[in-house]
């Protein structure tokens, strides 16, 4: 066997790849640290770094403290979709049902349209 091969079975990352949890696991650890200049949590000063920039019309800010206190708000469909059909399967009639049910545009049939 050369030097670097492996035997059968055996994997070329024997710690394997930390998982993504482990850094946010570090994250966690860091920002208990008690910060050494304030005195204070480093998680607390970052929370409050993060305030005052909301404070100061940081948008990112803003919807950053209102998505971790409020919650994310929820996503409304407005479609009750299973599969989409591609435009070809639809007749006139569905098409113009479609179009209206949107409210896209006025699909009233004109006068002249309709002796043809």
Not at 59 to 65: N, R
Not at 87 to 94: G, I, K, S
């Given at each position: 066997?050369?030097?670097g091969?492996?035997?059968p ?7 394997e790849r930390p ?5 946010t696991d570090?994250?966690?650890v860091?920002?208990?640290e008690i910060d050494?200049v304030s005195?204070?949590r480093?998680?607390?000063r970052l929370?409050?770094k993060?305030y ?8 990112w800010?803003c919807?950053?403290i209102a998505?971790r206190v409020e919650?994310?708000?929820a996503?409304e469909?407005s ?15 569905e ?5 209206a049910a ?6 009233t049939?004109?006068k ?5």
């Amino acid at each position: 066997m050369k030097p670097g091969q492996w035997k059968p079975g055996q994997s070329g990352n024997p710690g394997e790849r930390p998982s993504e949890k482990v850094f946010t696991d570090l994250l966690r650890v860091v920002g208990n640290e008690i910060d050494t200049v304030s005195g204070k949590r480093k998680m607390r000063r970052l929370a409050e770094k993060g305030y005052e920039s909301a404070l100061q019309g940081e948008s990112w800010a803003c919807h950053m403290i209102a998505d971790r206190v409020e919650g994310r708000p929820a996503v409304e469909t407005s479609l009750n979709v299973t599969r989409c059909r591609d435009l070809t399967e639809y007749d006139d009639e569905e098409l113009l049902a479609l179009i209206a049910a949107q409210k896209l545009i006025d699909v009233t049939p004109d006068k002249d349209d309709a002796s043809q």
